[in-house]
């Protein structure tokens, strides 16, 4: 069974801070994703990768970025967190578009 | 028009009812389609693929319907355990930012 393993289940940090979510999966997929889910607005992308140090914007990357230096790991940063970005972060990987993606636990991030 | 449309419901059914929902969707080069469910406060996970022809996993069933650009999933003899919101998920081909998530269903099942 793929996992997809997130580096914290809750998260709790101040505005104006550096904040790193972590993604590891064990699968060897190619395509990983960060997205963040909201109530009333479902999963909303906000980068993936495709390839090591390859990376695409999403539907909302503003306020973030990402770091894919090893196949297994996909990193999100805020780069200076605030409170809209309190929300529940997903990673997901899949080896193929078009096949199933696996998501991590996720992390419920608040920024207070 | 959005990209995927779903009723948010929730839809709250009895123990043993059939229920149904479907999940539009505007662009007809979506390639690949899916169901997942959710439980609170956890993470999606994939309930079935949806092909062409239609399939069925024990008390599932999935259809396609490419002309009226359209998928549904069928949910016989329900249990308690199938309370969850199911999210449709549609992938284009060639890129990895054309998966599309819908916003999901809410289905309740009450004893």
């Known amino acids: 069974d793929v996992k997809v393993t997130q580096s914290s289940r809750y998260l709790v940090k101040r505005t104006g801070e550096k904040v790193f979510l972590e993604c590891v999966q064990d699968?060897?997929?190619?395509?990983m994703f960060w997205y963040r889910q909201d109530p009333g607005l479902g999963l909303r992308l906000i980068y993936f990768?495709?390839?090591?140090?390859?990376?695409e914007k999403g539907d909302i990357p503003e306020g973030y970025s990402v770091s894919r230096e090893k196949k297994e790991r996909f990193s999100l940063i805020l780069e200076s967190a605030s409170t809209n970005q309190t929300s529940m972060y997903l990673c997901a990987s899949t080896r193929e578009v078009g096949q199933p993606q696996h998501f991590g636990d996720g992390t419920r991030l608040s920024i207070l | 028009r959005k990209e995927v449309e779903q009723d948010p419901g929730p839809f709250n059914v009895p123990e043993g009812a059939t229920v149904a929902f479907n999940c539009t969707y505007s662009n007809s080069a979506s390639q690949s389609f899916f169901w997942y469910r959710q439980d609170c406060r956890k993470e999606p996970k994939l309930l079935m693929s949806v092909y062409s022809s239609g399939n069925e996993d024990g008390r599932f069933t999935a259809q396609l319907n490419r002309a009226s650009q359209y998928i549904s999933l069928l949910i016989r003899d329900s249990k308690l355990s199938d309370s969850a919101t199911y999210l449709c998920?549609?992938?284009?081909?060639?890129?990895?930012?054309?998966?599309?998530f819908g916003s999901g269903t809410r289905l309740s099942i009450r004893p």
């Open positions: 990768s495709y390839d090591v140090k390859m990376k």
């Open positions: 998920v549609l992938t284009g081909y060639s890129s990895a930012s054309k998966i599309i």
């Open positions: 699968m060897d997929h190619e395509n």
